[in-house]
């Protein structure tokens, strides 16, 4: 598990590098990435696990994305990037608004997306996207679900995944993997950008767009999902096997959320209330309190 008392002396190093005081330094968040704020910039570290060569593919994309005046978060200018500190790789990004007093609607994120997805294949080398494979290693890799969830996920996967052999519509191109307002920030001009880039790869647009419709859904607030295909401007919900890509990508939720929990925690807690709900196959969906 990554935690703060690792990542705290890596921040110490980028912050003598940057000649920045690390005393002023506000902790954002320490989830898969640590993410700390200092003087004008956000520091982000990843684990070991993430490899310098995976955070130079997203410094590549993301200095692609602003010369084509794509609207995204740019890394600071002045340092070659990413560093490596005590085997950690770091990267310094510009501070945006969080947009906690405003915060981007799915409306503006629909935008972001039909813009993003407009854009040709990058030049550079992306994963191809297959949720499958990395869904059924979660599930394996878990150290909260009894055998007899295991068994309700894969099942369930088994089911789900003959999806991703059918023609999707919307086509295949760069995607953000992970699109929702909680990803985006807003410029000092009020500019709402798209941020996070670590999962970016090559697959079926309609990924991002499911990806949007369940977290309106999950989160509590489904009519929003009308606000951003309108903004988005196709609506993919006509076709037949939409409502399985979007099953399929709450299972990838589930599953990622399974391998990451702690014994016991209330993440872990989250991710049995999750199963609980698909155990009982009811048509109506339950609420997910956010991780």
Request: charged share 25%; proline share 7%.
């Amino acid at each position: 598990m990554f935690t703060e008392e690792q990542s705290r002396p890596v921040l110490a190093k980028v912050c003598g590098l940057l000649g920045r005081p690390v005393a002023e330094a506000v902790l954002l968040r320490h989830h898969t990435n640590a993410v700390y704020a200092v003087a004008g910039v956000v520091v982000k570290i990843a684990p070991p696990a993430i490899t310098f060569d995976c955070l130079r593919t997203v410094v590549d994309l993301v200095q692609w994305l602003v010369e084509r005046g794509f609207p995204t978060v740019a890394l600071v200018a002045d340092l070659p990037q990413p560093i490596e500190v005590d085997g950690y790789p770091v990267t310094v990004w510009e501070r945006l608004d969080a947009g906690v007093d405003r915060p981007v609607t799915t409306g503006e994120l629909g935008r972001l997306l039909n813009d993003l997805h407009a854009l040709a294949r990058p030049p550079i080398k992306l994963a191809t996207l297959d949720p499958r494979a990395g869904i059924r290693r979660s599930i394996a890799a878990s150290r909260i679900l009894p055998p007899s969830d295991q068994n309700v996920l894969v099942r369930r996967l088994g089911v789900l995944s003959e999806v991703w052999t059918t023609g999707m519509p919307l086509g295949v191109g760069l995607v953000q993997s992970d699109p929702q307002v909680r990803n985006a920030l807003r410029r000092a001009d009020g500019t709402p950008v798209l941020a996070d880039w670590d999962g970016a790869c090559i697959g079926p647009r309609i990924w991002d767009v499911a990806t949007v419709a369940v977290h309106c859904r999950r989160f509590g607030a489904g009519h929003a999902f009308t606000d951003f295909l309108a903004a988005y401007g196709r609506d993919p919900r006509e076709w037949e096997h939409f409502e399985d890509l979007c099953r399929l990508r709450e299972l990838q939720m589930i599953a990622t959320n399974a391998r990451k929990a702690e014994p016991g925690s209330a993440a872990a807690a989250e991710v049995h209330r999750r199963v609980a709900g698909l155990r009982r196959g009811r048509r109506e969906l339950t609420a997910w309190s956010i991780l």
